[in-house]
């Protein structure tokens, strides 16, 4: 049965006339014998229409009339609707103050509950009227008890609504620490919607800025989630502390809420305030993986920015993520990647055997381009004495152990050398380091003769001149005409010219230009002549399924 609608028939006439506030009409009527306690369908009588309608002269004569009645004035002042209202309840609940005055005068229970647990008081905060909540405190009504299926208090519904006059005056007659059902103060709710007067009134009145609810959120962090910009920083300014751990689950901060949500001023005051051990230390969680989660380029940029790591710590026994790259490329559902995996790279985040197949085991280059953009190829001599400087050319270099996976996964994914061999190639990577047994085996043809026009086909060791002729009997290998002969001298110059400068200078910068050869030249220094191999095109599996079988079946190859 609906209990909120009225329907026109079931209202009497003595409550038909109090809703539209006609005193001669009720006073009339009365005289005439009709009741005043005659229902509708919603259980209201006409005390309830003249208190809702808020006519202080009605309500006067039918409590007059009511006194009359067999249950006498005092159960009539409190009878209530279906929905459990109180004729004090409805005047209240629309601050019809002299009619609350009048009904509390004739004895209406201040405190009584309706069937969803609301009060005079309560909907009277709720409202925002602040005379009638003077009222009813003066007259005694009962302040902390809780309401609603969620345990509010009425400090916590002024606050929620905004009502700073009323949260003045509950202030200091209220627990400021009261907790609804999930442990939340009337301050954390203050910092969850912005209301910065309530939260600076709740603060001065000795409210605690450090509460956590049952999840260990903080004021902070719900503010900073918000990103209510104000409240944080009144909040930091009055001793909340940025370093309490705010998750059951893992050590969530502020500045992760911040992060997450893209809240970059915010994320700017957290970070200066953030204890830096969050984003390399053990059993700590960076902020940059969740601002990758939720692709928050902006507090990406930020976090990399104010010296965050691009790397931070492996978080695979938290979340089951070894790093923000790795977590970057796999929250990537379509290309181009994301302006994150950009940053990072950029950044001069570690390239892992895993990241490298994302770049290599594909028909695309988009990623690879991306990294050669950024990441310098040291020569050979510096990669076996292993003491590669940080950046070359305002680029990060390659480590060891990233130029020896990355190595690895090429050697694995030949089936794509067509689309990464002449990238890596005119990037400045030593060709022989790809004069492997594995290359010369898989190649296809077109690629395995771009490879050898990088170097001197004469003199390669006799193993893989074995791979060659086998390949050449078995018809799996069309050789260029030119293999067959000693390589020409001018081809054997620009070995050596490579062998000099080192293949990164030679294939990246405009040292050529500088030297005392004719412009012609150039290109062919540079190996431009040399055409690329067409690629193959045949539907790949997923990469998730690539992944898988590269780390079940690769082999490790050292090729260094």
């Known amino acids: 049965m609906d209990f909120t609608e009225c329907y026109g028939d079931s209202v009497s006439s003595v409550a038909a006339a109090a809703r539209s506030g006609c005193r001669k009409r009720v006073r009339r009527l009365i005289k005439r014998g009709f009741s005043v306690d005659c229902r509708d369908n919603r259980g209201w009588n006409a005390l309830h229409e003249a208190a809702a309608a808020g006519s202080k002269e009605c309500v006067q004569d039918i409590l007059a009339a009511g006194a009359g009645s067999s249950r006498g004035c005092s159960a009539y002042v409190n009878s209530l609707t279906h929905e459990g209202e109180s004729a004090c309840h409805l005047a209240a609940q629309r601050g019809h103050l002299a009619v609350v005055r009048l009904l509390l005068k004739a004895h209406s229970n201040i405190n009584q509950l309706t069937n969803d647990l609301s009060c005079p008081l309560y909907a009277a905060v709720d ?20 309401h609603t299926a969620s345990c509010w208090t009425c400090l916590h ?26 442990k939340i103060s009337p301050l954390f709710v203050a910092a969850q919607y912005g209301q910065q007067e309530c939260l600076e009134i709740l603060v001065n009145a000795g409210a605690n800025v450090s509460t956590q609810a049952a999840d260990l959120a903080t004021p902070l962090l719900i503010a900073s989630q918000e990103g209510h910009q104000a409240c944080v920083d009144y909040l930091l300014d009055h001793g909340a502390d940025p370093n309490v751990a705010c998750s059951h689950e893992w050590p969530q901060l502020p500045i992760h809420a911040a992060a997450e949500f893209g809240h970059i001023s915010v994320l700017r005051r957290l970070i200066a305030v953030t204890d830096r051990a969050c984003d390399r230390g053990d059993g700590m969680v960076s902020p940059l993986y969740v601002a990758i989660h939720s692709h928050q380029s902006k507090s990406v940029e930020m976090l990399l920015r104010e010296g965050f790591s691009p790397d931070a710590q492996d978080c695979t026994h938290i979340l089951g993520i070894r790093s923000p790259l790795s977590f970057a490329l796999c929250r990537t559902s379509s290309k181009p ?21 994302y770049a290599l085991a594909t028909d695309e280059t988009d990623l690879l381009q991306l990294i050669l953009k950024h990441r310098w190829i ?29 190595l690895c996964v090429a050697l694995n994914q030949v089936h794509f050398a067509a689309r990464w061999l002449p990238l890596l190639l005119k990037a400045g990577l030593e060709p ?21 026009e990088f170097v001197n086909w004469s003199n390669l060791s006799p193993p893989l001149k074995h791979i060659l002729d086998r390949r050449r009997t078995e018809k799996t290998w069309e050789p260029c005409p030119h293999f067959d002969s000693v390589p020409c001298l001018s081809h054997m110059c620009r070995l050596q010219v490579r062998s000099v400068l080192g293949p990164d200078l030679l294939m990246r910068t405009d040292v050529v230009q500088q030297l005392p050869v004719p412009s012609l030249l150039h290109d062919f220094l540079q190996f431009r002549d040399i055409p690329e191999a067409s690629y193959t095109h045949s539907p790949p599996s997923p990469l998730s399924n690539r992944l898988q079988g590269y780390r079940s079946t690769h082999e490790h190859r050292h090729v260094l």
């Open 127 to 146: 409202g925002g009227y602040k005379e009638v909540v003077e009222l009813l405190l003066c007259k005694g009504a009962e302040v902390n008890r809780t």
């Open 157 to 182: 519904q002024a606050v929620y609504k905004g009502h700073s006059e009323i949260v003045r005056i509950l202030a200091n007659v209220c627990n400021l620490e009261v907790l609804d059902d999930h």
């Open 337 to 357: 990647y994301s302006e994150s995996v950009g940053l990072l790279v950029a950044a001069g985040a570690s390239l892992s055997e895993e990241d490298w197949i």
């Open 378 to 406: 040291p020569r050979p001599e510096t990669l076996t004495r292993d003491c590669s400087v940080p950046h070359h050319h305002g680029k990060t270099v390659l480590k060891l152990q990233e130029v020896r996976e990355l």
């Open 432 to 452: 022989s380091l790809l004069l492997q047994p594995h290359m010369l085996e898989q190649a296809d043809s077109e690629v395995l003769n771009y490879l050898l």
